[in-house]
């Protein structure tokens, strides 16, 4: 039998896939963005007259241009895809030159002049979140967002209360495959191929910014090389949307590394004051957190992410008690939005190093600390008080990451130290807070085996194989053809939020019931599955071709709904039913500390719940780059800024230092299966997981080896290993 999984992988590691920067129709012509030097200005004016003369450039735009909305965004339309009368981050675009040649393109964009009257950069996210919107809607130095989730009386005395401050860093996506977008002129409208992570999500927004009907629009998904979240905003598609239907030719763009660093949005940098009361034997009362996210000037998804930090704020631990509050402040800073752990990262880390500040003050090993307060099935999350449902392995998961055998690692060098943390880490399944959570697929079977369909995107988390092993386990090992997600087909929604596993196989699911049904009434026998392009009935077996000549059973489509959630109590946050399911985790970090500051991580064992594990191997690999991610986040990787909000390292890789394979310690990961409920097939999800206990893992080990925990993540944003110990104590 074929196996398309492991074709695409091979393709993949040889580097002869295809992605969206690798379409080049013929006579397309090539785009190059312009960029604000500046986080914080009024345009005066904007001279494209040199850039016009440029030798090949055929047309520049700037936001004058736009036919229809001038604004974009994932839930609130406010983000600019051409900068009009003020800069509110550096980096923002101004002008979209269209060149024969992706070199002179480049050229035309250098050569566009801009005239600004700097502003004020607003840098501080506390100060602008100390303030309510004022005048314009996107003011920046105002409130963006604010959630609150209060339980219980957390002003009560207890017996023991410890209080920390703590703060991440802005961290990047990251993806090794930068942005990119073809748009040809099509049907009286544009044809889009392009890296995205919603193809429904960015017809409507390409569609607006033209002005034309949605219809007018199609999008289809051109191979994504890793999203993480970064591919959920709009970058260069109404761009090259726009001057393919003004030119009436191909247009082409694909920006550089250090391009696609200014383009997309960064994790919300956070500081979170919290505040632990317990009982003397260490038993968990009172949660008080207050948290400051800094949004950037657009709102992306930062109502989203100040929830999430919310309900994650009191982990899978029970306390009587809680009061967070979460404010996002407008600054002139990158724009901040989705990245994997979306919230729940920031979350953990702050949860998990006020925990390891109890422990020692009552002298508790910091792991039984967390295994008596663990909650389980019986419990409700601490924060909103939803019933966590019998699939809760929170106890397992922990006591499974405690207990893992570590592997006969080399002593540390002579003067280091080795020390070894555990962090917990939760999230939930899909978006809820009562959003609708639907997919549709089709399915189709032909004498080759069996096609389906979705318009949900696979971005690099293995949906083709969970597609492959759904149908296997339904209909047995036929042949599966996985079609382009693309908008003629019905939506499915972002691939975010780990919701595609769930919901995609949900619908897959019941498109292959239909289809069995189909087949039994086509062979007249009670029990038939396929076996490569072979129908079994009992010990017979007819090939396929042949049955679907006798009787075509045709194309089914079904729909699949997740469980309805309701959002919580306006004034309190409290509810029932806020989130569908919650996926647990359990991470180990072991870390040498160098006599000169510099950490060496030795080994991680990351223990997840994600139900039922479809494809143990994809699932395996999804963990291993979580954990690679959150390696990086906790030591070096952020996007560094000046005092004015400007990017201040070198452009690129080299300023955005990520893991490297000799920095990339043996990874064992470990499954503890539970079955959702809520799931036909008990799946969770895994997606986002993996990147939020791995960064406070290491981060918990690094201060117990020094002795004073780890206040700030990264330790050393933007520099290599080998920094200064008074460096990784600042």
Same mark, same amino acid.
């Given at each position: ?72 965004? $994932? ?211 009172? !949660? ?56 729940? $990262? ?7 190093? $006020? ?6 003050? !009552? ?58 943390? !555990? ?10 807070? =009562? ?84 087949? =039994? ?46 959002? =919580? ?162």
């Amino acid at each position: 039998m074929p196996d398309a999984t492991g074709r695409e992988r091979r393709a993949k590691a040889a580097g002869l896939h295809p992605f969206a920067g690798d379409h080049v129709p013929p006579g397309a012509l090539h785009g190059a963005v312009a960029r604000a030097p500046l986080a914080h200005a009024d345009i005066v004016a904007v001279d494209v007259a040199a850039a016009r003369r440029e030798h090949g450039v055929v047309a520049v735009y700037t936001s004058a241009d736009i036919p229809g909305s001038v604004r974009v965004g $994932t839930i609130q339309p406010d983000q600019r895809v051409l900068a009009e009368g003020r800069i509110r981050h550096a980096g923002e675009p101004i002008a979209f030159v269209v060149a024969e040649t992706a070199a002179a393109a480049r050229r035309g964009a250098a050569a566009v002049v801009l005239d600004l009257a700097p502003r004020r950069p607003i840098v501080d996210a506390a100060e602008a979140a100390a303030h309510l919107p004022e005048g314009d809607d996107d003011e920046p130095g105002t409130l963006l967002a604010r959630h609150v989730v209060r339980r219980g009386d957390a002003s009560a005395p207890t017996a023991v209360v410890v209080e920390g401050t703590w703060a991440t860093g802005r961290q990047d996506p990251a993806f090794l495959a930068p942005e990119a977008a073809v748009a040809e002129p099509w049907g009286g409208g544009v044809r889009l191929t392009v890296a995205t992570q919603d193809v429904h999500g960015d017809r409507t927004d390409v569609a607006a910014v033209l002005g034309i009907e949605p219809e007018l629009v199609q999008v289809r998904d051109g191979g994504v090389g890793g999203a993480f979240g970064g591919r959920e905003e709009m970058t260069l598609q109404p761009l090259v949307a726009l001057a393919a239907l003004r030119l009436g030719r191909p247009v082409r763009s694909a920006v550089s590394s250090a391009e696609s660093l200014l383009a997309h949005p960064t994790r919300h940098p956070s500081r979170s004051e919290v505040r632990i009361g317990a009982d003397a034997d260490g038993t968990l009362r009172t !949660l008080r957190a207050r948290v400051v996210l800094d949004g950037g000037p657009y709102l992306t998804t930062s109502r989203s992410v100040a929830r999430i930090v919310a309900y994650a704020m009191g982990g899978p631990y029970r306390f009587d008690a809680v009061d967070v509050e979460v404010r996002v402040g407008r600054t002139t800073n990158p724009t901040s939005g989705a990245l994997r752990g979306f919230g729940a $990262t920031q979350a953990c880390f702050a949860l998990e190093s $006020t925990l390891d500040l109890l422990a020692a003050r !009552l002298g508790l090993d910091p792991t039984a600390l967390r295994l008596a307060n663990a909650a389980g099935p019986a419990d409700r999350l601490a924060t909103s008080g939803q019933p966590l449902g019998p699939a809760a392995p929170v106890e397992e998961i922990i006591r499974t990451a405690r207990d893992h055998p570590l592997p006969d690692l080399p002593p540390p060098a002579p003067g280091a130290r080795r020390a070894t943390a !555990l962090a917990v880490g939760l999230k939930h399944c899909l978006r809820g807070d =009562g959003r609708v959570e639907e997919s549709w697929a089709a399915a189709e079977l032909t004498p080759d085996g069996l096609l389906v369909e979705t318009a949900a995107v696979d971005v690099g988390q293995g949906l083709r194989t969970v597609v492959e092993r759904v149908v296997h386990e339904a209909l047995g090992p036929v042949p599966v053809t996985l079609s382009t997600a693309r908008t003629d087909l019905a939506p499915t929604g972002s691939t975010s939020a780990s919701r595609q596993t769930w919901l995609v196989s949900g619908a897959v699911l019941a498109c292959c019931a239909a289809l069995r049904a189909g087949l =039994g009434d086509a062979t007249g026998a009670p029990e038939v599955r396929l076996d490569g392009t072979d129908v079994v009935t009992g010990p017979d077996r007819t090939p396929l071709d042949q049955v679907l000549a006798r009787t075509p059973i045709g194309r089914v489509e079904r729909r699949y709904a997740a469980p309805p959630t309701r959002a =919580g109590d306006p004034h309190d946050g409290t509810g029932d039913a806020v989130h569908v399911a919650f996926m647990h985790s359990a991470h180990r970090a072991t870390v040498d500390l160098a006599p000169d500051g510099s950490v060496a991580v030795r080994h991680v064992v990351a223990v997840h719940d994600a139900g039922h594990v479809v494809d143990p191997l994809s699932a395996r690999r999804q963990v291993e780059g979580g954990v690679i991610q959150g390696i990086g986040f906790a030591l070096f990787e952020e996007q560094v800024l000046d005092a004015d909000g400007v990017p201040a390292a070198a452009p690129g890789w080299a300023g955005y230092p990520v893991p490297v394979l000799d920095e990339v310690p043996p990874i064992d990961v470990v499954f503890v299966e539970s079955h959702e409920p809520g799931h036909p097939l008990g799946v969770k999800g895994l997606g986002e997981a993996p990147l939020i206990a791995s960064p406070t893992a290491v981060a918990l080990a690094v201060g117990r080896a020094r002795g004073v925990p780890v206040t700030s993540i990264p330790l050393a944003p933007g520099a290599r290993p080998g920094w200064l110990d008074e460096v990784v104590d600042a």
